[in-house]
């Protein structure tokens, strides 16, 4: 026996009734069910080739506000009036005296609007800003038009007049003259389906009449009870598209840039590192003159740094003898064999307290505590400088530090780390460059593939003596300071540095999630 799913079935039998009215709209009332699933079931059929389905043009057209005024006579038709106005006047007039006129000022009605109506309706000519009625209506008025004809019908029929290609020919011209006057009608385009059988559906249609088709009982899931009455061998099972298309759902999501940070604190804690941290507000003893920074150096003036102004300042560290030390750095190198910088130190200004420069800040700070080898250390957290906003900067950022304290340890080593790093993030075109900073000899430039060209991503180095033996570092100490902003930038294709911080939805929602 052949079987039909239900909306196809119901279809083909409220067409085998024989009923004329074959649209959707009757189909589904013979068939008791919903026009949406009737309609559905005719597209299938009709890819089957059992049935046909026409798609016939009608238009719904409907008064506007000033069409109901003028039908319960609350209001005239402008074009009317105006030939009312015309005749009285002999005819013919101008565009100013019209609008003087106060029968159409009483009715707000402005000439110049309708002028070229009254053209189309084949009533008067317009020339050089004169309106004159055709020779034939210059003593009577004109006869109703086609939208008039129009706007009578539609108040015969209630309020609402259905036109398609059997319909009065001058109600169609009305309604194609009237379609941009939404004040007078609505003229609402639509379809009506209509479905016939084929020579196939007809012998399914004389199936169901005899009982050789019937209806296919589909069921949605297996539940216990039809396992225990073994009704489930009755049944068909509804079959899964997995091929149709789903909604795209947007599940909350941590922010980009915090995944990014989260893949870079993964990436130095799978390569052996512990994290360090520091207060974001910082003395310059930490943030600069432990790093060898002279304190006359441009970075450390207020155009580059941003300085406290409550508290102004910090006690420097209680260990009197690392103070001293500093202090002998810069002035004359002390027991490192530098000469320093050759000026008087002082001990307020690297009191002062800034908004940390760099995450260095914290490395140094790290080297204090654990300054025995092996130890790996690194930092991550919100840097401040008075940057230029530009499309790779922004006075606000997110910086990863690191260092490394080993007996062995090299600019090889260094560079070796900065490699495992980066691919671990997926990152494999790196390029290093020869560098100056302050703090470290030899330094290097960390630069990234962006594209098609290559962006600077920090500094990083081997830390000089003058940084290291005041805190009774025996060996070498890796250095180095990465943007993280820039990273995410690479990491999400992202031009615009400050559009990471921007609440794009849309681009929020579109970023992927990854494991």
Known sequence: MQKLPPHQYALIKALGTGSADTSVESLAAIAGTDQALISAAAVELSREGLVSVT???????????????????????????????????????GMKELGEHDRLKEHGVQPGKY?????????????????????????????ASDAEALMVAIQIAGGSLVLDAASDERHNRGADFLKG???????????????????????????????????????????????????WRNVEFRRYDVSLGADRVHPGKTHPL???????????????????????????????????????????????TFYLKQPRSYELPEDSGLVDRIRRTHEDGGDTGSKGWRYTWSAERAAQVVLRTHMTAS???????????????FSIGRVFRRETVDNTHLPEFHQVDGIIIDEHASLATLMG????????????????????????????????????????????GVFRPEVTQPFGVKYPVLAWGLGVERLAMAYYGVRVIKDLYQSDLGWLASVPLES
């Open 417 to 460: 780390t900065l490699g495992k790093f980066y691919e671990r993030l997926g990152i494999k075109d790196i390029k290093l460059k020869p560098a100056f900073f302050p703090y470290t000899e030899p330094s290097v430039e960390v630069h990234i593939k962006w594209g098609d060209t290559w962006m600077e991503m920090g500094g990083a």
């Open 181 to 231: 006057r939404k004040e007078l009608v609505n003229v609402r385009e639509r379809s009506r389906r209509t479905v016939e059988l084929t020579d196939g559906g007809r012998r399914l249609a004389e199936g169901i009449a005899s009982g050789a088709v019937s209806e296919l009982v589909e069921v949605n899931e297996l539940t216990p009870e039809m396992l225990a009455d073994g009704s």
């Open 258 to 304: 915090m995944r990014v940070i989260d893949k870079v604190r993964l990436a130095y804690l799978e390569l052996g590192f512990s994290e360090a941290g520091c207060e974001m507000a910082e003395t310059a003893f930490w943030d600069f003159d432990c790093l060898f920074q002279p304190q006359d150096h441009p970075a450390r003036e207020m155009q580059d």
């Open 363 to 377: 490395s140094i700070r790290a080297v204090s505590r654990h300054p025995q080898a092996p130890h790996k250390v």
């Open 55 to 93: 798609e016939l043009p009608y238009r719904e057209v409907t008064l506007g506000e000033l069409g109901q005024e003028i039908q319960h006579g609350m209001a005239h038709l402008p074009e009317r009036l105006i030939a009312e106005v015309l005749i009285s006047l002999g005819g013919s007039a």
């Open 115 to 143: 002028a070229r109506v009254l053209v189309d309706h084949g009533w008067a000519t317009f020339d050089r800003g004169t309106l004159s009625l055709l020779a034939d209506y210059c003593d009577h008025e004109p006869p």
